[in-house]
Antibody, heavy 120, light 107 residues
Framework: QVQLVESGGGVVQPGGSLRLSCAAS????????MHWVRQAPGKGLEWVAV????????YYADSVKGRFTISRDNSKNTLSLQMNSVRAEDTAVYYC?????????????WGQGTLVTVSS | AIQMTQSPSSLSASVGDRVTITCRAS??????LGWYQQKPGKAPKVLIY???SLQSGVPSRFSGSGSGTEFTLTISSLQPEDFATYYC?????????FGQGTKVELK
């Protein structure tokens, strides 16, 4: 079945770095754009970044631009998010999601999320 | 960035009630809008895409309408499993933006 599994979350100090991964299975990963969405504790959903199916196009939220880098390895069915210069406000559960086109785009598959806590 | 404004931010309702949630976009987004349901501790789940299309497997009591700048999600007869938080999301352009959420609670 279609599945996304995030890993790599944990506690990181302000100014530090962390790399999140998302392992995809059950579908043709290399044909889908992929996104990261995050949710701070007790808050709403915030879109973070997207990468096109072949990795040639990337977009970021202003809040993470210049600090986070999204990437993918289609040979390993893996999506990544490199988080540098992290701040307290980056504390959140991070979800990877698949972008599907059906007359409009929708996030039709989500991982279970991985928690990132930025704290000294 | 396009701002998505949801209302209300929360509501109390009873099983069997008809519930309507509204989402307004700060500029026209055609019908490029989806609705997502999230339960505590779980990932969101898509209910509606392209403003009014029901995602496969979603009960028919959920419906969406609207185009341009104003959209609604309607639950025709609220069921116990529908108590959750609902978000709209525009997919018209980047950055994708969510509404702030509507928490549906038991009255």
């Amino acid at each position: 079945q279609v599945q996304l599994v995030e890993s790599g979350g944990g506690v990181v100090q302000p100014g530090g770095s962390l790399r999140l991964s998302c392992a995809a299975s059950g579908f043709s990963f290399s044909t889908y754009a992929m996104h990261w969405v995050r949710q701070a504790p007790g808050k709403g959903l915030e879109w973070v970044a997207v990468i096109s199916y072949d990795g040639s196009n990337k977009y970021y939220a202003d809040s993470v631009k210049g600090r986070f880098t999204i990437s993918r390895d289609n040979s390993k069915n893996t999506l990544s998010l490199q988080m540098n210069s992290v701040r307290a406000e980056d504390t959140a559960v991070y979800y990877c999601t698949r972008d599907t086109w059906k007359n409009s785009y929708l996030f039709d598959c989500w991982g279970q999320g991985t928690l990132v806590t930025v704290s000294s | 960035a396009i701002q998505m404004t949801q209302s209300p931010s929360s509501l109390s309702a009873s099983v069997g009630d008809r519930v309507t949630i509204t989402c307004r976009a700060s500029q026209g987004i055609r019908n490029d809008l989806g609705w997502y349901q999230q339960k505590p501790g779980k990932a969101p789940k898509v209910l509606i895409y392209a403003a009014s299309s029901l995602q496969s497997g979603v009960p028919s009591r959920f419906s969406g309408s609207g185009s341009g700048t104003e959209f609604t999600l309607t639950i025709s007869s609220l069921q116990p499993e529908d108590f959750a938080t609902y978000y709209c999301l525009q997919d018209y352009n980047y950055p994708r933006t969510f509404g702030q959420g509507t928490k549906v609670e038991l009255k």
